[in-house]
């Protein structure tokens, strides 16, 4: 098992000319509304109408009767940057490949976040070729990496003293719930490492 685990699946087959709407609803909760690649949840990616149904290994898509197993939710950006790419057969001899965050790891594996750029690296092959291909360290998705880190940070590092010390404790308190809730909706804290000296980041 991996990182995502898949509990709801569809009551009936899931048709290719109907695959969107087939599988949607239980997309939605097998990953907490959040992309399989990058983590991000609908709300920060622009609501429901920017989450798409990616077709895992795409070379299966036009198969009358689709695999539920294969459909992810991703963000427009991740899907249209993934698109049809399949690595070929030269490539997956050497290890290429795209990471199934239901069959195993990715993050923290295959994948880590820099912890001064919040960029993501990674020295393995499959994370080499999804951070490229999902267009991971798109400016948009490290801006939000950032963001999350300095709230969760500041969260953790003095809102309990500013709650102790402050005269308006409820109002604080509700800063800091509101924080907190923000927070919780952007992409997740990915297991960090620094990168090598040297290492040159996928942009």
Same mark, same amino acid.
């Given at each position: =098992?991996?990182?995502?685990?898949?509990?709801?699946? %569809? %009551?009936?087959?899931?048709?290719? &000319?109907?695959?969107?709407?087939?599988?949607?609803?239980?997309?939605?909760?097998?990953?907490?509304?959040?992309?399989?690649? #990058?983590?991000? +949840?609908?709300?920060?990616?622009?609501?429901?109408?920017? =989450?798409?149904?990616?077709? $895992?290994?795409?070379?299966?898509?036009? *198969?009358? /009767?689709? !695999?539920?197993? @294969?459909? $992810?939710?991703?963000?427009? +950006?991740? @899907?249209? &940057?993934?698109?049809?790419?399949?690595?070929? #057969?030269?490539?997956? +001899?050497?290890?290429?490949?795209? /990471?199934?965050?239901?069959?195993?790891?990715?993050?923290?594996?295959?994948? $880590?976040?820099?912890? #001064? #750029?919040?960029?993501?690296?990674?020295?393995? %092959?499959?994370?080499?070729?999804?951070?490229? =291909?999902?267009?991971?360290?798109?400016?948009?998705?490290?801006?939000? &990496?950032? *963001? &999350?880190?300095?709230?969760?940070?500041?969260?953790?590092?003095?809102?309990?003293?500013?709650?102790?010390?402050?005269?308006?404790?409820?109002?604080?308190?509700? /800063?800091?719930?509101?924080?907190?809730?923000?927070? !919780? !909706? =952007?992409?997740?804290?990915?297991?960090?490492?620094?990168?090598?000296?040297?290492?040159?980041?996928? !942009?």
């Amino acid at each position: =098992m991996g990182r995502i685990k898949r509990t709801n699946l %569809p %009551p009936k087959a899931v048709k290719a &000319r109907r695959y969107r709407a087939d599988s949607l609803p239980y997309l939605l909760k097998d990953f907490s509304k959040r992309c399989a690649y #990058s983590g991000q +949840h609908l709300n920060r990616a622009g609501g429901l109408k920017c =989450m798409e149904v990616d077709h $895992f290994d795409p070379r299966s898509k036009h *198969s009358a /009767i689709q !695999e539920y197993s @294969n459909l $992810f939710l991703a963000t427009r +950006h991740c @899907n249209g &940057r993934k698109g049809d790419n399949w690595p070929s #057969s030269k490539e997956r +001899h050497l290890g290429v490949r795209f /990471i199934d965050p239901c069959a195993e790891f990715d993050y923290g594996k295959h994948i $880590f976040e820099d912890p #001064s #750029s919040c960029k993501l690296w990674s020295n393995t %092959p499959p994370g080499r070729y999804q951070i490229r =291909m999902c267009d991971l360290n798109a400016p948009h998705l490290v801006e939000e &990496r950032m *963001s &999350r880190r300095r709230i969760w940070t500041q969260l953790k590092a003095d809102a309990s003293i500013k709650i102790a010390r402050s005269a308006d404790f409820l109002k604080i308190k509700d /800063i800091i719930k509101a924080l907190r809730s923000q927070a !919780e !909706e =952007m992409i997740p804290l990915w297991p960090e490492k620094s990168v090598p000296s040297g290492f040159k980041f996928i !942009e």
